[in-house]
């Protein structure tokens, strides 16, 4: 073992398997679970199956721009990058990178890329400008221009309803504290279905209730800003779950070919990864991914469990004691509508081991320990590996990777690329990890990269980069940086590139 790895052990007090980035717990066989790890030794490199399916994703408020065109209707986050202090200097989604109309470059970038599928998202006021009520054909053409500029490249959309810009005029009647806001969003879905799934076979109904419900309704820093009583946060965050069921009954009355209509929900997926190779830490993460512990939104259970199992999870409901909202048993049993897949967008993971008590204990995260340009974020590839794991185990549906990716503050070079070896790193290790949990015979199908293009990252605006893309926002000049060609070639090799030592920068770090 080299030297710094005996610190950072020693500092941890727990072998490192997370936190030394390349992960080496690899006790999954004991954790309990249905997914049968094959794998062990001289089982090395990654493999992904035939028809796995590589993508990339945005979403309409952080690339589309054109926020005033063609009819489109005002959402919370036109109103909320208005305020003083709410947006990083007070950057807005008003041009973002005028997808809008560019978005058949867009579709060739992703054509030369090689992805299968892209997964984006339609702006709810675009085409129904006050939420419910009168339809904007103009915001309805635009999408199916992009669907049959996606057709004609031969990339399968992944059509996410709502992806964060609530309407506006409904916000302004309750928003997700009126129990009709369920319905309204069904009335959404409804129309999309009846436009699009003639095109549009892959659906997401929401993206990450425990941000546009948490970080909007609780912590105040997403838009619409609001910080409600932890019982009205609740309240909202039950009708969200209500919506998101009538969703899933909508598209199932709706599509066109019912039969060949997928549709998910996906989690900002929140993961917690063993400290070491020892089954007891590994049911130590396990544990801590699914607790609600805490008033605050960042847990799984909470999002997942009403919408999945048909109930609350206990813990919650015992922490949460009389904040829970009153709500007719009923609701529960509509709440639970079949889905086809799990969305999981995955970023990072906290580190977990069993605590001298038997409790999950967290560990700290060693000083300097490797970060995104994101602060929140640590570079945790094990992040991928336990995560789908421990999803799959607890809901036996079939996953997604809806996002994963990395900020860095790139630039353009002297010699005129975007050099981002730090992205090509992150890549290279997480697919690795991702690989090897496939392998062990978790049902992943899909990996979408955040994001294709550099983009609006909602209260940081344009100061994080997540792109394959590099944008140069004033001139809207696409510039593909060096992961763009990375993320081709590992494409067009269906993964096996991850194992070719030469032809990555990154080769020698994985096992
Ligand atoms: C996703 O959100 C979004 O879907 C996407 O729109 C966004 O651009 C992308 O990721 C990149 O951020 O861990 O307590 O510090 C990820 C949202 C941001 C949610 C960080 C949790 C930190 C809370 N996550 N946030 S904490």
Same mark, same amino acid.
């Given at each position: 073992?080299?030297?710094?790895?005996?610190?950072?052990?020693?500092?941890?007090?727990?072998?490192?398997?997370?936190?030394?980035?390349?992960?080496?717990?690899?006790?999954?066989?004991?954790?309990?679970?249905?997914?049968?790890?094959?794998?062990?030794?001289?089982?090395?490199?990654?493999?992904?199956?035939?028809? %796995?399916? =590589?993508?990339?994703?945005? /979403?309409? $408020?952080?690339?589309? &721009?054109?926020? *005033?065109? +063609?009819?489109?209707?005002?959402?919370?986050?036109?109103?909320?990058?208005?305020?003083?202090?709410?947006?990083?200097?007070?950057?807005?989604?008003?041009?973002?990178?005028?997808?809008?109309?560019?978005?058949?470059?867009?579709?060739?970038?992703?054509?030369?890329?090689?992805?299968?599928?892209?997964?984006?998202?339609?702006?709810?006021?675009?085409?129904?400008?006050?939420?419910?009520?009168?339809?904007?054909?103009?915001?309805?053409?635009?999408?199916?221009?992009?669907?049959?500029?996606?057709?004609?490249?031969?990339?399968?959309?992944?059509?996410?309803? %709502?992806? =964060?810009?609530?309407?506006? /005029?409904? $916000?302004?009647?309750? &928003?997700?504290? *009126?129990? +009709?806001?369920?319905?309204?969003?069904?009335?959404?879905?409804?129309?999309?279905?009846?436009?699009?799934?003639?095109?549009?076979?892959?659906?997401?109904?929401?993206?990450?209730?425990?941000?546009?419900?948490?970080?909007?309704?609780?912590?105040?820093?997403?838009?619409?800003?609001?910080?409600?009583?932890?019982?009205?946060?609740?309240?909202?965050?039950?009708?969200?779950?209500?919506?998101?069921?009538?969703?899933?009954?909508?598209?199932?009355?709706?599509?066109?070919?019912?039969?060949?209509?997928?549709?998910?929900?996906?989690?900002?997926?929140?993961?917690?990864?063993?400290?070491?190779?020892?089954?007891?830490?590994?049911?130590?993460?396990?544990?801590?991914?699914?607790?609600?512990?805490?008033?605050?939104?960042?847990?799984?259970?909470?999002?997942?469990?009403?919408?999945?199992?048909?109930?609350?999870?206990?813990?919650?409901?015992?922490?949460?004691?009389?904040?829970?909202?009153?709500?007719?048993?009923?609701?529960?049993?509509?709440?639970?509508?079949?889905?086809?897949?799990?969305?999981?967008?995955?970023?990072?993971?906290?580190?977990?081991?069993?605590?001298?008590?038997?409790?999950?204990?967290?560990?700290?995260?060693?000083?300097?320990?490797?970060?995104?340009?994101?602060?929140?974020?640590?570079?945790?590839?094990?992040?991928?590996?336990?995560?789908?794991?421990?999803?799959?185990?607890?809901?036996?549906?079939?996953?997604?990777?809806?996002?994963?990716?990395?900020?860095?503050?790139?630039?353009?070079?002297?010699?005129?690329?975007?050099?981002?070896?730090?992205?090509?790193?992150?890549?290279?290790?997480?697919?690795?990890?991702?690989?090897?949990?496939?392998?062990?015979?978790?049902?992943?199908?899909?990996?979408?990269?955040?994001?294709?293009?550099?983009?609006?990252?909602?209260?940081?605006?344009?100061?994080?980069?997540?792109?394959?893309?590099?944008?140069?926002?004033?001139?809207?000049?696409?510039?593909?940086?060096?992961?763009?060609?990375?993320?081709?070639?590992?494409?067009?090799?269906?993964?096996?590139?991850?194992?070719?030592?030469?032809?990555?920068?990154?080769?020698?770090?994985?096992?």
């Amino acid at each position: 073992m080299r030297d710094d790895a005996v610190s950072r052990r020693k500092f941890l007090g727990v072998s490192a398997a997370g936190l030394a980035m390349t992960s080496t717990a690899r006790a999954a066989g004991k954790t309990g679970g249905d997914a049968k790890p094959g794998g062990g030794k001289g089982d090395k490199g990654a493999a992904f199956p035939k028809d %796995f399916v =590589w993508g990339v994703a945005t /979403a309409s $408020y952080q690339v589309e &721009g054109a926020a *005033n065109e +063609d009819g489109r209707g005002a959402s919370v986050w036109d109103t909320f990058c208005r305020k003083k202090g709410a947006v990083f200097e007070g950057d807005t989604g008003e041009t973002a990178c005028d997808h809008y109309h560019r978005y058949k470059d867009d579709v060739a970038l992703m054509k030369t890329l090689g992805v299968k599928s892209y997964r984006f998202s339609v702006s709810w006021t675009r085409v129904l400008p006050n939420g419910i009520g009168a339809v904007n054909g103009k915001g309805l053409d635009f999408y199916s221009r992009l669907l049959d500029e996606l057709g004609k490249a031969n990339i399968t959309p992944m059509l996410t309803v %709502f992806h =964060w810009d609530y309407p506006e /005029a409904l $916000y302004k009647r309750g &928003g997700w504290l *009126n129990r +009709d806001s369920a319905d309204w969003f069904a009335e959404y879905t409804a129309l999309l279905a009846d436009k699009f799934s003639d095109r549009v076979k892959l659906w997401v109904t929401q993206n990450e209730p425990q941000c546009f419900i948490g970080l909007g309704h609780l912590d105040g820093a997403h838009a619409p800003g609001d910080k409600l009583k932890f019982g009205d946060y609740l309240l909202a965050a039950h009708n969200g779950m209500r919506a998101h069921a009538k969703a899933v009954q909508a598209l199932r009355a709706h599509a066109k070919d019912p039969k060949a209509t997928k549709v998910g929900y996906v989690l900002s997926a929140q993961i917690a990864q063993p400290a070491s190779d020892k089954p007891e830490d590994a049911e130590a993460a396990r544990a801590a991914t699914f607790a609600v512990a805490g008033r605050h939104p960042w847990n799984n259970a909470w999002w997942t469990d009403p919408v999945v199992l048909g109930k609350y999870p206990e813990d919650g409901v015992a922490e949460y004691g009389k904040d829970m909202p009153k709500f007719k048993p009923s609701d529960l049993d509509e709440m639970k509508q079949p889905i086809d897949f799990l969305g999981l967008n995955i970023y990072k993971a906290d580190t977990y081991r069993r605590g001298a008590d038997g409790k999950p204990e967290r560990l700290p995260t060693p000083p300097g320990y490797p970060r995104a340009g994101s602060d929140w974020q640590t570079i945790t590839p094990a992040s991928i590996y336990w995560g789908p794991r421990f999803f799959y185990d607890r809901y036996k549906l079939p996953l997604s990777i809806t996002e994963n990716g990395l900020a860095v503050r790139d630039h353009v070079f002297l010699d005129g690329k975007v050099h981002d070896p730090q992205r090509i790193d992150f890549m290279h290790r997480y697919l690795s990890e991702l690989g090897r949990a496939i392998k062990e015979g978790v049902p992943v199908g899909s990996y979408y990269a955040w994001s294709l293009l550099d983009n609006f990252e909602w209260s940081d605006g344009y100061k994080q980069r997540f792109g394959l893309v590099y944008v140069d926002y004033p001139t809207q000049k696409r510039v593909p940086k060096d992961s763009f060609d990375w993320y081709r070639k590992l494409i067009a090799s269906n993964g096996k590139a991850l194992n070719e030592k030469t032809a990555l920068p990154a080769a020698k770090v994985t096992p």
